[in-house]
């Protein structure tokens, strides 16, 4: 345990009268909470309490942070769970039948098209590429020692070219700085719940506010052609076992693959959650580590002297557990994905609450990362919590980045080993101060990020 508690920003946890109803009034706060943040909308008793069943405008819901449920309707009997109607309106319009929202059999032949890419040791074969790209990043950051960089922007613009450069053959180029600043924009218009879709209102009625986004969509979505008409126009001989690739290839031995739109919706799956995801996770990280000297001395410690030189890349993550601790915890306060959300198709039980069909199952790993019966402090940053015999008492599926079951994130390896070099290669050169005038205050726009872009003051180590 740090000696030193820091208490990282987050929402407080709004009040609610015991035994309130519904009202009009509740309903327009309702609205407001969810347009500025859907992280603010969770209640003090969310936090202390396993299961609520609210009804909303009409439609019955279990909001259940218990891990045995959790376990229950994710994994075990996932098969009775479909994806819900405000999955799909959040992401179709921008990845249409990719791997987040697919399902059925297209889901099926996709997911198991993509799996080799993603093995381990795939996954070990892409270190090498990422700690090239990390020490590129280092170098031109360490260039600029004394000045003041946007954090949020410089680990968007890096977890793009890890992916790039992994999972393309190198010959397809994308403009990586143009592509996250539309994705960045996309989230920041469109990231949020429309309030017709809260209301479950027919798909024609029009989005009033989605204008732009419809335009952003189209930008990127061109990008992406542009990467697959590239492949297409290479002659057969010169292409290779990628991503892109196998994705070109998948269901060909069955007679039935993918078209050209459904390989790029997962293109532009796997290029905007992808690094989306990553970048937000190590940008809160670095945010935290200058937040928490302590913690930050312990790591640079700890990279110092792993010895990582001679050491293959793949192995780095295995050497530095306290750097991966780090990592861990930031994922724990500020998850990605801070909701998942699936549709009962059949009757369940889930703890000691009956399901119907048709009921909407809610958990949130915002709350459940937080919840005061599941862990101590916590609200605080703490890393320790993820060494040794603290990590092992954790109870299962009470932290769940990635999410879990059939549809846990295929990329969760990738993801984590890249975060390990990366935090590994920068440690190595640089120190970074947070120098905003405000801190950044967790928002969710699809995934969690920070409401600045965190400025950080460089600093050439050595």
Same mark, same amino acid.
């Given at each position: 345990?740090?000696?030193?508690?820091? !208490?990282?920003?987050?929402? !407080?946890?709004?009040?609610?009268?015991?035994?309130?109803?519904?009202?009009?009034?509740?309903?327009?706060?309702?609205?407001?909470?969810?347009?500025?943040?859907?992280?603010?909308?969770?209640?003090? @008793?969310?936090?202390?309490? =396993?299961?609520?069943?609210?009804?909303?405008?009409?439609?019955?819901?279990?909001?259940?942070?218990?891990?045995?449920?959790?376990?229950?309707?994710?994994?075990?009997?996932?098969?009775?769970?479909?994806?819900?109607?405000? +999955?799909? *309106?959040?992401?179709?319009?921008?990845?249409?039948?990719?791997?987040?929202?697919?399902?059925?059999?297209?889901?099926?032949?996709?997911?198991?098209?993509? $799996?080799?890419?993603?093995?381990? +040791?795939?996954? +070990?074969? =892409?270190?090498?590429?990422?700690?090239?790209?990390?020490?590129?990043?280092? /170098?031109?950051?360490?260039?600029?020692?004394?000045?003041?960089?946007?954090?949020?922007?410089?680990?968007?613009?890096?977890?793009?070219?890890?992916?790039?450069?992994?999972? =393309?053959?190198?010959? /397809?180029?994308?403009?990586?700085?143009?592509?996250?600043?539309?994705?960045?924009?996309?989230?920041?218009?469109?990231?949020?719940?429309?309030?017709?879709?809260?209301?479950?209102?027919?798909? #024609?009625?029009?989005?009033?506010?989605?204008?732009? %986004? !419809?335009?952003?969509?189209?930008?990127?979505?061109? &990008?992406?052609?542009?990467?697959?008409?590239?492949?297409?126009?290479?002659?057969?001989?010169? @292409?290779?076992?990628?991503?892109?690739?196998?994705?070109?290839?998948?269901? %060909?031995?069955? @007679?039935?693959?993918?078209?050209?739109?459904?390989?790029?919706?997962?293109?532009?799956?796997?290029?905007?959650?992808?690094?989306? $995801?990553?970048?937000?996770?190590?940008?809160?990280?670095?945010?935290?580590?200058?937040?928490?000297?302590? *913690?930050?001395?312990?790591?640079?410690?700890?990279?110092?002297?792993?010895?990582?030189?001679?050491?293959?890349?793949?192995?780095?993550?295995?050497?530095?557990?306290?750097?991966? %601790?780090?990592?861990?915890?930031?994922?724990?306060?500020?998850?990605?994905?801070?909701?998942?959300?699936?549709?009962?198709?059949?009757?369940?039980?889930?703890?000691?609450?009956?399901?119907?069909?048709?009921?909407?199952?809610?958990?949130?790993? #915002?709350?459940?990362?937080?919840?005061?019966?599941? #862990?101590?402090?916590? #609200?605080?940053?703490?890393?320790?919590? =993820?060494?040794?015999?603290?990590?092992?008492?954790?109870?299962?599926? *009470?932290?769940?980045?990635?999410?879990?079951?059939?549809?846990?994130?295929?990329?969760?390896?990738?993801?984590? &080993?890249?975060?390990?070099?990366?935090?590994?290669?920068?440690?190595?050169?640089?120190?970074?101060?947070?120098? @905003?005038?405000?801190?950044?205050?967790?928002?969710?726009?699809? $995934?969690?990020?920070?409401? !600045?872009?965190?400025?950080? +003051?460089?600093?050439?180590?050595?």
């Amino acid at each position: 345990m740090l000696d030193t508690a820091f !208490t990282p920003p987050a929402p !407080t946890p709004r009040y609610v009268p015991p035994g309130a109803r519904p009202s009009l009034q509740g309903y327009l706060r309702y609205f407001q909470i969810m347009r500025r943040n859907p992280l603010e909308i969770w209640t003090e @008793g969310h936090y202390r309490e =396993f299961v609520w069943t609210p009804r909303v405008f009409g439609q019955p819901y279990v909001i259940t942070h218990d891990p045995e449920a959790v376990r229950r309707f994710l994994v075990t009997n996932a098969d009775n769970y479909g994806l819900t109607r405000l +999955r799909r *309106a959040l992401f179709e319009p921008l990845i249409g039948d990719g791997l987040l929202i697919a399902e059925g059999d297209l889901w099926k032949r996709t997911r198991k098209a993509l $799996t080799p890419v993603f093995n381990h +040791r795939n996954v +070990r074969g =892409f270190a090498p590429v990422m700690r090239d790209v990390a020490v590129r990043e280092a /170098e031109a950051l360490a260039k600029r020692d004394g000045e003041t960089v946007l954090m949020s922007r410089e680990m968007l613009n890096l977890a793009l070219n890890v992916l790039t450069a992994c999972l =393309f053959s190198g010959d /397809e180029a994308i403009d990586t700085e143009r592509f996250s600043r539309n994705l960045d924009r996309l989230l920041h218009v469109a990231g949020m719940p429309h309030p017709l879709d809260l209301m479950a209102a027919p798909a #024609w009625l029009p989005r009033l506010g989605r204008g732009e %986004a !419809t335009g952003i969509v189209v930008q990127l979505r061109s &990008q992406v052609n542009a990467l697959l008409a590239a492949r297409r126009a290479r002659p057969k001989e010169t @292409g290779t076992d990628d991503f892109l690739s196998l994705l070109m290839n998948a269901g %060909a031995d069955e @007679g039935a693959p993918l078209s050209d739109k459904e390989i790029v919706d997962n293109l532009i799956t796997f290029l905007a959650a992808g690094h989306e $995801t990553t970048a937000r996770t190590l940008t809160w990280t670095f945010y935290l580590l200058s937040k928490s000297p302590e *913690a930050l001395d312990r790591a640079v410690a700890e990279v110092d002297g792993a010895g990582l030189d001679d050491e293959d890349p793949a192995d780095w993550a295995a050497r530095l557990p306290f750097v991966t %601790a780090v990592i861990k915890e930031s994922m724990r306060l500020y998850p990605a994905a801070a909701i998942f959300s699936r549709l009962a198709l059949g009757p369940d039980r889930l703890g000691d609450v009956d399901i119907a069909p048709g009921t909407e199952i809610i958990t949130s790993p #915002w709350v459940l990362h937080r919840h005061d019966k599941l #862990w101590a402090r916590p #609200w605080v940053f703490d890393p320790d919590r =993820f060494m040794g015999a603290a990590a092992d008492a954790i109870p299962r599926h *009470a932290y769940m980045p990635f999410g879990a079951g059939p549809r846990i994130c295929i990329g969760a390896s990738f993801s984590m &080993q890249e975060m390990a070099i990366v935090l590994a290669v920068f440690l190595t050169r640089l120190r970074f101060e947070h120098v @905003g005038r405000e801190e950044p205050q967790p928002i969710m726009r699809i $995934t969690v990020q920070p409401s !600045t872009d965190v400025p950080m +003051r460089i600093a050439r180590r050595g």
